[in-house]
């Protein structure tokens, strides 16, 4: 059975650093790939970034200047890493996973930017 | 970027009576790469349609999407009280993937 937990700092100030990290128990670490998405409060989703099993990421544009995902397949784990944060990149962050047929995504986290 | 546009806002459904939803592109999706979720408060999305029209693993046949190009459908035929919630459209064949604003889908 495949199960995503996800961790990571949820209160942070303005102009820290998000770091979040997602593990995989169960299934296979070399499916399709994975995505990292979020969702402000009450807002629709806002997808952030990709990173494929070829080892390519293709990361949001609005995003792409402060942002950095990778992969470490022996942990079997993805982060994610966010840099200079402020209230607007407060929201739930979930990791993705998908393979041809289905997605399976982490519980969420949520992070707070607030001084 | 694409813009998706969904409609109705709110759809109210009769336990037994199927419904449509649309969700509508700003230009065409390449493959027609369109996917369909559905999320309960508090719950991360469920997917339960990809590529238009393929339902996900699990996901029951009173849900079934279809559609391309630039207008995409999704239709619930015989709901049942779980299927109360916001359902989005996702486009996922040009970058950026965007999301569309979600229709809240009501049982009574």
């Known amino acids: 059975q495949v199960q995503l937990q996800q961790w990571g700092a949820g209160l942070l100030k303005p102009s820290e650093t998000l770091s979040l990290t997602c593990a995989l128990y169960?299934?296979?670490?070399?499916?399709?790939?994975w995505t990292w998405i979020r969702q402000p409060p009450g807002e629709r989703p806002e997808w952030i970034g990709d990173?494929?099993?070829?080892?390519?990421?293709n990361y949001s544009p609005s995003l792409r200047s402060r942002l950095t995902m990778s992969e470490d397949t022996s942990k079997r784990r993805i982060s994610l890493r966010l840099t200079s944060v402020t209230a607007a990149d407060t929201a739930v962050y979930y990791c993705?996973?998908?393979?041809?047929?289905?997605?399976?995504w982490g519980q969420g986290t949520l992070v707070t930017v607030s001084s | 970027e694409i813009v998706l546009t969904q409609s109705p806002g709110t759809l109210s459904l009769s336990p037994g009576e199927g419904g449509t939803l649309s969700c509508r592109a700003s230009?065409?999706?390449?493959?027609?790469?369109l996917s369909w979720y559905h999320q309960k408060p508090g719950q991360a999305p469920r997917l339960l349609v990809h590529?238009?029209?393929i339902r996900a693993t699990d996901i029951p046949d009173r849900f079934s999407g279809s559609g391309s190009g630039t207008d995409f459908t999704l239709t619930i035929s015989r709901p049942e009280p779980e299927d109360f919630g916001v359902y989005y459209c996702?486009?996922?064949?040009?970058?950026?993937?965007?999301f569309g604003p979600g229709t809240k889908v009501e049982i009574k």
């Open positions: 993705v996973l998908s393979d041809h047929s289905t997605e399976y």
């Open positions: 169960g299934g296979s670490f070399s499916v399709y790939g």
């Open positions: 990173i494929l099993h070829t080892g390519d990421n």
């Open positions: 230009q065409s999706v390449n493959n027609n790469l």
């Open positions: 590529g238009a029209s």
């Open positions: 996702q486009q996922y064949g040009n970058s950026p993937r965007t």
